[in-house]
């Protein structure tokens, strides 16, 4: 089994940044892919962006390409996702998921991202 712990959540001015980070125990050597997702208020849960746990591959949704960087660091068994540009529709409640091997998955608790106009 796999625990997620998300950081890094907060209230900022639209334009602003944020790190999100999201730290993984437990079996962490089944890990396949790391990634995260967002909810906004009143709207499904949407993929944001994932990263291969071996490869350091990543995948992004169209609506973050260039302003969302997710990245690793395996010693840490941490998974990061830069968030620049921010938005006042970026404002969600953002999970962190993990996929280990054989397609289990696990989410974290989320963490509030706010932006303000």
């Known amino acids: 089994q796999i625990q997620l712990v998300e950081s890094g959540g907060g209230l900022v001015q639209a334009g602003g940044s944020l790190r999100l980070s999201c730290a993984a125990s437990?079996?962490?050597?089944?890990?396949?892919?790391m990634g995260w997702f967002r909810q906004a208020p009143g709207k499904g849960r949407e993929f944001v962006a994932n990263?291969?746990?071996?490869?350091?591959?990543?995948n992004y949704a169209d609506a973050v390409k260039g302003r969302f960087t997710i990245s690793r660091d395996r010693a840490k068994t941490t998974v990061y996702l830069q968030i620049n540009s921010l938005k006042p529709e970026d404002t969600a409640v953002y999970y962190c998921?993990?996929?280990?091997?054989?397609?289990?998955?696990?989410w974290g608790q989320g963490t509030q991202v706010t932006v303000s106009s």
């Open positions: 437990g079996r962490t050597n089944s890990i396949y892919a």
């Open positions: 990263i291969n746990w071996s490869s350091g591959i990543t």
């Open positions: 998921k993990s996929t280990v091997f054989g397609l289990a998955y696990y």
